[in-house]
């Protein structure tokens, strides 16, 4: 059973960091592109960013330059970074994975976890 699993969220005043992990089990970490998503109250889930098996990054509008996704096969985890962080940065961000190349489609993805919650204090 492939579940990725997040961990790392909390509360954070804004202009502060905060990094969080995703481990993934049950599969070959180094062949699935990774995918982090973040849904707001009353809003729809967002894609925030993705990286490949082969690393490459793919960052939406609103965070790039300031959260940043990494890989760590050794481990099975993906980092994603988070920096300069907003307000509007508060939601419950999502970890995704999929055997295939980079999406913004949530519904593209084949395994999703529970999410984590973040929080960013004004």
């Known amino acids: 059973q492939v579940q990725p699993v997040e961990s790392g969220g909390g509360l954070v005043q804004a202009g502060g960091s905060l990094r969080l992990s995703c481990a993934l089990s049950g599969r070959t970490f180094t062949t699935y592109t990774m995918g982090w998503f973040r849904q707001a109250p009353g809003k729809e889930r967002e894609f925030v960013g993705a990286i490949t098996w082969s690393g490459s990054n793919t960052y939406s509008d609103s965070v790039k330059g300031r959260f940043t996704i990494s890989r760590e096969n050794a481990k099975n985890t993906v980092y994603l970074q988070m920096n300069s962080l907003k307000p509007e940065d508060t939601a419950i961000y999502y970890c995704?994975?999929?055997?295939?190349?980079?999406?913004?489609?949530?519904?593209?993805?084949?395994?999703r976890g529970q999410g984590t919650q973040v929080t960013v204090s004004s």
């Open positions: 995704a994975a999929r055997p295939r190349g980079s999406s913004w489609d949530w519904g593209r993805y084949d395994y």
